[in-house]
C-alpha cells in the first residue's frame, strides 16, 4: 500500500490532459448530437471559469495592479476571452437555439476554489491548469469537429495561447519563484479536474469513419523520402509518415510550441520535433518525451489508406 500511495503522489493534475484529449476527440467524431452539445456546453464552461479566475486577480491583486504592464495585460486577455465567450454564445444558440447567461456549474467551482485556495498564486495556478485544459478540448474541435463556424472561433480562441501562458507565468511570478513550474494545490487541482470531465460520457461511444478522404501524396515518393508535408484543405498541414511498412498521418505543427515536425526525424514509430526535442507516437499522437522546458500535447491524427499508388488521407471535418 505504501508503495501504491506514493506512486499516486507522483501523479500531477497535467497528467490527465491526454484522458481530456481523447475523450473530446471521440465524443466529436461519433458525431452524436447531445455529445456534441456536451462538448460546446464543456468549452463555455472552461472558459467561464479561466474568466472567473482573472477577473478575482484582477480585482484583488494588489500585486498586479501595482505593475502597470501586468495589469493592462490581465485586461487584454479579458477582453479577448470575454469576446471569445460571445462568440461560443452564438454558436450555441445557433445550434441548440437557447442562449446561456450563466453557467452555474462555473461559477460555484470557482468560489469553491477562492473558499480554499493557498493565496492568490493557487488561484492563478487554477486558472492556468483550466485555461491549458480548454485549449487542449479547443483543440480538438479544430480537427474533428463538422461544425465550420465552431473550428473558427477555436483557432482563434488558441492563437493566443502561447503569449497567455507567458502572461500566466509573469502573474504567478508576482508570487512565486519559477512559476512555470508552479502547480495548484490538489484541492483546487481536483476541484478543476472534476469541472472539465464531469460530462463527459460514462459509457463507451462509438467513433464513425471519416467525413471524407483526401488525396496526400504519391506513395511511391513517401517510401523513398519517410516522410512528407502536405497541405489539405488550403490550411491544414500534415505530416505523412511511411515507417515499418505503415503509412501515418498526423498533424505537423509541434503542440509545444509551433515547430514544424516535418523538420525532425522519425525513427520507428516516433517523430521528434528539432526546436525543444520533444517526441511524439505517430500511430496515436501520444506525448513520448516532452520537451527540455514546458510540456507538449498529444498530436491530432487521422487514417490513411492507399489507393492506386496514392495516399489518402481521412478527415472528419465536412
Known sequence: MSYLFERLKEIKAWDFEPVIWNACCTVLKSRDEKLSRNYLDNLLTMLDFTIYGLSEASAESEEIASDPYLYHTLGVMLTYLTRSR??????????????????????KAFRECVANAEGMADILAATKLCYRLLVTAARAGIFYSNNQRLREVLLTLTATEYDFN?????????????????????????????????????????????????????????????????????????????????????????????????????????????????????????????????????????PTKIEDGRVLVGLYTS
Open 86 to 107: 460571445r462568440q461560443f454564445l452564438n454558436i450555441i444558440e445557433t445550434t441548440t437555439g437557447y442562449r446561456p447567461k450563466l453557467v452555474e456549474r462555473a461559477y
Open 166 to 302: 507567458t502572461y500566466m507565468d509573469d502573474f504567478i511570478g508576482k508570487y512565486r519563484r519559477d512559476p512555470d513550474v508552479v502547480e495548484p494545490s490538489n484541492y483546487l487541482a481536483g476541484v478543476v479536474l472534476e469541472l472539465c470531465m464531469k460530462r463527459f460520457p460514462k459509457e463507451a461511444v462509438e467513433e464513425t469513419p471519416p467525413s471524407r478522404w483526401v488525396e496526400a501524396c504519391d506513395v511511391k515518393i513517401l517510401e523513398e523520402l519517410g516522410k512528407r508535408l502536405v497541405i489539405v484543405d488550403g490550411w491544414l498541414e500534415l505530416l505523412i509518415v511511411r515507417t515499418m511498412g505503415r503509412t501515418f498521418a498526423v498533424e505537423n505543427m509541434c503542440t509545444h510550441e509551433g515547430g514544424f515536425l516535418s523538420d525532425g526525424f522519425v525513427e520507428t514509430y516516433s517523430v521528434s520535433c528539432i526546436d525543444h526535442l520533444a517526441k511524439f507516437d505517430v500511430r496515436t499522437g501520444r506525448v513520448l518525451t516532452h520537451p527540455h522546458h514546458g510540456r507538449a500535447r498529444p498530436l491530432a491524427t487521422f
